[in-house]
């Protein structure tokens, strides 16, 4: 019984792990996107900051002082700069990088807009490739080794003990 269900909780997890590798692409895909998009609005500010001969700081403090249109598109412009900043150093982190390789930096995958949509958007690939299937054999083999332990654990909770006999 414990190795039904540990199969059967190793397969579950080897359909999830070949996963890995297509959701990983397309979040990759998604986040150049957004990189390049925030590059353009970042460029746009920057520009019209030093056609009026301010650097970026200088921008930002100037509509700060502005009236509260100002103020607010300044906060709302440094979580843009900061965001861009964040998602950029992903994506050149993630850059070049097999799925193998990705999958040791989960933390470059928690942009929680780009991470929703690619999920929303994503559905189930056969892996076809080798990283799918080596993703598949590795969720496999944890899958099964992690249910067989856990039931092994419960398994020995509510063994009965052995009694020994009287001595007589």
Not at 21 to 27: A, G, L, M, R
């Amino acid at each position: 019984m414990i190795r039904a269900l540990a199969l059967a909780g190793g397969m579950a997890a080897c359909a999830g792990f070949s996963q890995f590798p297509e959701y990983s692409q397309q979040y990759y895909q998604r986040l150049s996107g957004a990189v390049d998009e925030l590059a353009v609005i970042v460029a746009d500010f920057d520009r019209d900051a030093s056609a009026v001969g301010l650097d970026r700081g200088a921008a930002l403090a100037q509509l700060e002082l502005g009236s509260a249109m100002g103020e607010a598109r300044a906060l709302s412009m440094s979580r843009v700069f900061k965001r861009h900043d964040r998602l950029s150093e992903d994506l050149y982190q993630l850059r070049g990088r097999t799925s193998l390789e990705r999958a040791f930096t989960p933390w470059r995958f928690t942009e929680p807009k780009l991470a929703q949509e690619t999920l929303a958007d994503f559905r189930p690939a056969v892996p076809l490739s080798f990283e799918g299937i080596g993703f598949a054999a590795m969720g496999l083999a944890m899958g099964y080794a992690s249910v067989s332990f856990l039931l092994s654990l419960l398994a020995r909770a509510f063994r009965r003990k052995k009694r020994e006999p009287l001595a007589g």
